[in-house]
């Protein structure tokens, strides 16, 4: 190898909740490191992926984008379906599926690189990548997974994942997490659908059982969280799997590096809450992929209408209808709802500038489906949580971040099916937003988790370096003292 070459390579799963944390981690090591001469960050992923990604990023000169073929109409997918952004949502497993066609690609470059005498210093690759895992250890290369999940929540879907099934008794409404005690008892409306229906022979199971299994392979996993919130979760897996755990988050994608995953500009969302007052408006969104059912939307807007409050809410088609269709105001909203509210509602179709959104004075507030990325973006700006889970280990960032520990959310709603109701909704809204006792001390508690951000972040001089940035620290120590040792 090369004495004064470094390349990572990152390799996130095709979709905004999982690129945009990779691309932000990918520039920050390059920040970083960029002292060390040569340094090269490849950025593997599918070919429509990394063009969006080629037009849009301002230049850098360490970061390598890199497609790898992949044909979506190979798998049975739409021909564009190179991201769960356009894709609804039952064929996010095809899509993972197909993600395992990358391997012998992903192999053959990293092969290349190793005979060549270009060995990466580490491949930083995706939770749903597992198998980058047993390559890299195949051909000696430093690995690690790289969670944008929060420990907690990874740990409470992991751990049910790899207990399947969860309920003896099929009336049973509450479990314990066989291997977390600190995780339970799970509430059965906890659980995301995928696993609740899964059996071992379904797709999402016959998916996630090579999966995790392979995580055994790596060298460790990253986590995109603060060790001051989230040890529990991080213990988990240093017991479970005997891996290196290191929490080096929140790393976040500047504005900057976003208009490449924003088809729509800031400037109108910007403008609108430049009139309004600090802390008076509610953010509402449901991520880069997940969407409500009809009902529960006409609970919302008659909740967000009755509460007199200011609003953004990101729009998309309900549940059930093509995600891609433009939303139909008419249908999917109480009559007359955008006319009532104008001026003091904001609805943005498909995708906002969050980022963006979340760091303005005027948002008081955010109603999120608490996909991690989100919320870490929120409490990065001190903005409380009212929490409604959708899927996945959004059920458990809910509870972590309801809990004492973080103390700056307020679950409102939880999943698709449950049951939604506007006056309850709009109590809680106030709750949260008003001058009331506990809507004080979670405003007070998003504070001081900003505060908390900001100093596991600090890195100025060795006496005063934060958590997350000496874990991130380590870990590039990890990974070169093993390029010394294969020497
Ligand atoms: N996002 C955005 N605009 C939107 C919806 C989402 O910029 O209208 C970004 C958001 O800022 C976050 C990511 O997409 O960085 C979503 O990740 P998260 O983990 O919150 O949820 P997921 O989409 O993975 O469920």
Avoid at 174 to 203: K, M, N, Y
Avoid at 439 to 454: D, H, K, L, P, S
Wanted: charged share 20%; glycine share 8%; hydrophobic share 45%.
């Amino acid at each position: 190898m090369e004495e004064n070459q470094a390349n990572i390579v990152v390799f996130p799963f095709m979709a905004q909740g999982h690129i945009i944390p990779f691309l932000a981690l990918a520039l920050h090591l390059e920040s970083k490191l960029r002292r060390l001469p040569n340094l090269t960050i490849t950025f593997l992923n599918t070919p429509l992926n990394i063009a969006k990604l080629r037009s849009s990023l301002p230049p850098s000169a360490a970061l390598r984008l890199v497609e790898l073929p992949f044909c979506p109409s190979d798998h049975g997918l739409p021909p564009d379906a190179e991201n769960t952004d356009a894709l609804p949502y039952p064929l996010v497993a095809r899509l993972l599926h197909a993600s395992t066609s990358l391997r012998g690609p992903f192999r053959d470059l990293l092969l290349g690189l190793v005979a060549g005498g270009r060995k990466p210093l580490c491949v930083i690759a995706d939770i749903f990548f597992g198998w980058t895992a047993t390559v890299c250890r195949e051909l000696g290369v430093f690995h690690a997974v790289f969670s944008g999940a929060s420990g907690f929540g990874l740990a409470c879907y992991y751990s049910l994942w790899v207990n399947l099934p969860h309920r003896k008794k099929p009336d049973s409404v509450e479990f314990s997490l066989p291997d977390f005690q600190e995780g339970s008892p799970v509430h059965v409306s906890q659980l995301p659908l995928t696993i609740l229906e899964a059996d071992g022979t379904d797709p999402w199971s016959l998916f996630q059982a090579p999966n995790l299994s392979a995580w055994a392979d790596s060298n460790g996993i990253l986590f995109n969280t603060m060790a001051e919130f989230d040890g529990v979760g991080l213990s988990y897996f240093r017991r479970k799997l005997g891996v290196e755990v290191w929490a080096v988050g929140p790393v976040l994608l500047s504005s900057k590096c976003r208009r490449s995953t924003t088809p729509s500009s800031p400037e109108q969302c910007i403008a609108w809450l430049d009139e309004k007052p600090p802390k008076s408006v509610l953010y509402v969104s449901f991520g880069s992929m997940n969407t409500i059912t009809a009902p529960h939307m006409m609970e919302l807007a008659t909740a967000l209408e009755s509460s007199g409050r200011d609003f953004i809410w990101v729009v998309r088609p309900p549940v059930g209808q093509d995600i891609n269709a433009k939303f139909d105001s008419g249908a999917w909203l109480p009559e007359g709802f955008k006319r009532r509210t104008a001026g003091r509602g904001l609805l943005v179709e498909r995708w906002a500038p969050q980022a963006e959104i979340l760091a303005h004075g005027a948002v008081g507030a955010f109603l999120t489906h608490c996909g991690w990325n989100s919320v870490l973006e929120a409490l990065s700006n001190g903005v409380p949580l009212l929490g409604w889970p959708m899927a996945a280990e959004q059920f458990f960032n809910a509870r972590l971040l309801e809990g004492d520990g973080v103390g700056a959310c307020l679950e409102v709603a939880r999943g698709r099916s449950g049951e939604v109701r506007a006056d309850a909704l709009r109590e809680k809204i106030e709750t949260v937003m008003g001058e009331t006792e506990r809507g004080r001390g979670m405003r007070r508690r998003a504070r001081e988790a900003r505060e908390v951000i900001q100093t596991a972040m600090r890195d100025d001089d060795a006496a005063t370096r934060g958590s997350s940035v000496r874990a991130l620290d380590e870990f590039i120590g990890a990974a070169m003292s093993r390029r010394a040792e294969s020497r």
